[in-house]
């Protein structure tokens, strides 16, 4: 079982991966997440070829849950998440693979951005969405509960969906 975390905040080790690995550990909290942080890889983003993005977008594709996370930037997610996953193949990239969108913000204002924004272009690539898109409060998210009734109710469904390694071969 391979569970990642992807992160599209311009800023390291950000509230938004906080977040973001408690969602994944409340969604699979026998297995420990792998992180991430796409400003680690900067503008080798915007190089094709490059052999880091191509090994994190090749961990991602071989994951069997991705939450994909990121704050809330001009009312969408931001441009780092969007040159990662220009990466992947469209209809095939995300193949096999359980995603999660997650976004956060100050306020309620863009509540339905994961799943108005984020959640279509996993859908393009392949991914299964099976859960609505969450919303998170970025000053709260740790302590207000949200992300344990989210996984206490679609967590069954995402283990549904993801009891085993997925083969990508």
């Not at 993005?53 to 704050?71: G, H, I, M, N, T």
């Not at 306020?107 to 690539?125: F, N, Q, R, T, Y």
């Not at 709260?140 to 083969?167: H, K, M, Q």
């Amino acid at each position: 079982m391979t569970v990642t975390v992807v992160v599209g905040n311009p800023k390291p080790a950000s509230r938004t991966l906080a977040a973001a690995t408690l969602v994944a550990r409340g969604l699979r909290p026998e297995v420990e997440p792998t992180a991430i942080d796409l400003v680690d890889l900067g503008a080798a983003l915007l190089a094709w070829g490059d052999p880091d993005v191509a090994k994190a977008v090749r961990a991602v594709a071989d994951s069997e849950l991705v939450v994909f996370a990121s704050p809330t930037f001009k009312a969408t997610y931001t441009g780092l998440l969007k040159l990662f996953l220009e990466q992947f193949e469209g209809g095939t990239g995300l193949a096999g693979v359980v995603a999660v969108p997650v976004m956060l913000g100050a306020g309620p204002a863009h509540a339905l951005a994961p799943d108005l924004l984020l959640k279509p272009v996993l859908v393009e690539l392949g991914a299964t969405t099976p859960a609505p898109g969450l919303y998170l409060s970025d000053r709260t998210f740790a302590e207000d509960g949200v992300i344990d009734r989210y996984a206490d109710r679609w967590g069954p469904v995402v283990r549904a969906l993801s009891p085993g390694v997925v083969n990508h071969g």
